[in-house]
């Protein structure tokens, strides 16, 4: 259990600095807003699918990997940065992010309890 949540967390952390390198924050946005939405998407389709699967991938994935990519004290620490410079406007990428995660992560438990086609047997 603790080496799925070492291994998925460290590919969530590489993973997470390679694309704060290349997405910049968008005015309004966060620079983390699309990667905490993503960690967000993959949490819902994991809770979605968590009977389907052994534990260690839960630990692997919910815990390790999007603990690993998403970061709240990144996207705490640009709101403050923000809010120094726009005041109340700070309210603004503070409400989309919320609600944009909460958004991906219903959309991937919906698409985690679809079930797969069946094969049809001949």
Known sequence: MY???????????????????????????TATFGINVAACFVLGWLYAIRTRVHAHVLHLGAVGFCGGLSTFSSFVAELERFAE???????????????AGLGAAILGEAIGRRKPARESGG
């Open 3 to 29: 080496a799925a949540v070492f291994i998925g967390g460290a590919a969530g952390s590489i993973l997470r600095e390679l694309f704060a390198l290349e997405i910049p924050g968008a005015p309004l946005l």
């Open 85 to 99: 410079t726009t005041g109340w406007v700070v309210m603004v990428p503070l409400a989309a992010e919320i609600a």
